[in-house]
T-cell receptor, first 113, second 115 residues
Framework: QQQVKQSPQSLIVQKGGISIINCAYE??????FPWYQQFPGKGPALLIA?????SEKKEGRFTISFNKSAKQFSLHIMDSQPGDSATYFC????????????FGAGTTVTVRA | NAGVMQNPRHLVRRRGQEARLRCSPM?????VYWYRQLPEEGLKFMVY????????ESGMPKERFSAEFPKEGPSILRIQQVVRGDSAAYFC?????????????FGPGTRLTVL
C-alpha cells in the first residue's frame, strides 16, 4: 500500500503565484520528510527536507509546513517562476529502515508566464 | 565532483531478453539504492547495497531481478527474461553513509522499454 499520499496530481499556477502541494502519511515511525524536484528526463534532486521537531522550514521561495498530529506536511512555492515547472515528490523515511524512502505519487507543477 | 552516473540512459529489450543496468555512485559514496518509477507513479524502493553486500532487497521482485555492488566497478541491476510490465524508469541513488540525515543523490535514470 502507498505509505505517502500526495495531492494534487497536477496544478497550474500563474507566474508570481503560490503553489501548494500536500502529503499525508500513516507510519508514525517516519521522522524525515524530504521533497524532491524532478525535471523531465532527469533524476529527482533534493529540494528541502524537514524533521518533526519543527513545524516549518523555509529555504528561499520554498517552505515546508509540518503538522505532526495530523500526520501531514506540505510544500509551498512562493512567487512561482516558469523555471519551477517540474514534478515534485514528497517522501518519508524513518524507523529501523530509515534509508528506505517512501515516495508520494508526484505533483506536476506548471507555471504559466 | 561527478554525480551519480547511470548507463545506459535508454534501453530497449524484447520480451525474454536480459536487461543490465549500471550505476556508478558519487565519489566517496559506498551506499547504493535502486528505485523503480512506473508511469504516473512515484519511485518505489527496490534494493539497498553496500560494497559486496545486499543489505535490504525487500522491494525487489523475488524472481528475475538481482542486484550486485562488487568491490570494484559499478552496481548492476539485472532483470532476466524481461516482460512488458518491467518497462519503467530505474533510478539509482547513493549516499556516503546510511544515516537518517544522509541525502540520497539520484542519478538520471535508465528508461527501460520492453517490446
Amino acid at each position: 500500500q502507498q505509505q505517502v499520499k500526495q495531492s494534487p496530481q497536477s496544478l497550474i499556477v500563474q507566474k508570481g503565484g503560490i503553489s501548494i502541494i500536500n502529503c499525508a502519511y500513516e507510519n508514525t515511525a517516519f521522522d524525515y520528510f524530504p521533497w524532491y524536484q524532478q525535471f523531465p528526463g532527469k533524476g529527482p534532486a533534493l529540494l528541502i527536507a524537514i524533521r518533526p521537531d519543527v513545524s516549518e522550514k523555509k529555504e528561499g521561495r520554498f517552505t515546508i509546513s509540518f503538522n505532526k498530529s495530523a500526520k501531514q506536511f506540505s510544500l509551498h512555492i512562493m512567487d512561482s517562476q516558469p523555471g519551477d515547472s517540474a514534478t515534485y515528490f514528497c517522501a518519508a523515511s524513518g524507523g529501523s529502515n530509515d534509508y528506505k524512502l517512501s515516495f508520494g505519487a508526484g505533483t506536476t507543477v506548471t507555471v504559466r508566464a | 565532483n561527478a554525480g551519480v552516473m547511470q548507463n545506459p540512459r535508454h534501453l530497449v529489450r524484447r520480451r525474454g531478453q536480459e536487461a543490465r543496468l549500471r550505476c556508478s555512485p558519487m565519489k566517496g559514496h559506498s551506499h547504493v539504492y535502486w528505485y523503480r518509477q512506473l508511469p504516473e507513479e512515484g519511485l518505489k524502493f527496490m534494493v539497498y547495497l553496500q560494497k559486496e553486500n545486499i543489505i535490504d532487497e525487500s522491494g525487489m521482485p523475488k524472481e528475475r531481478f538481482s542486484a550486485e555492488f562488487p568491490k570494484e566497478g559499478p552496481s548492476i541491476l539485472r532483470i532476466q527474461q524481461v516482460v512488458r510490465g518491467d518497462s519503467a524508469a530505474y533510478f539509482c541513488a547513493s549516499s556516503p553513509t546510511s544515516g537518517p540525515t544522509d541525502t540520497q543523490y539520484f542519478g538520471p535514470g535508465t528508461r527501460l522499454t520492453v517490446l
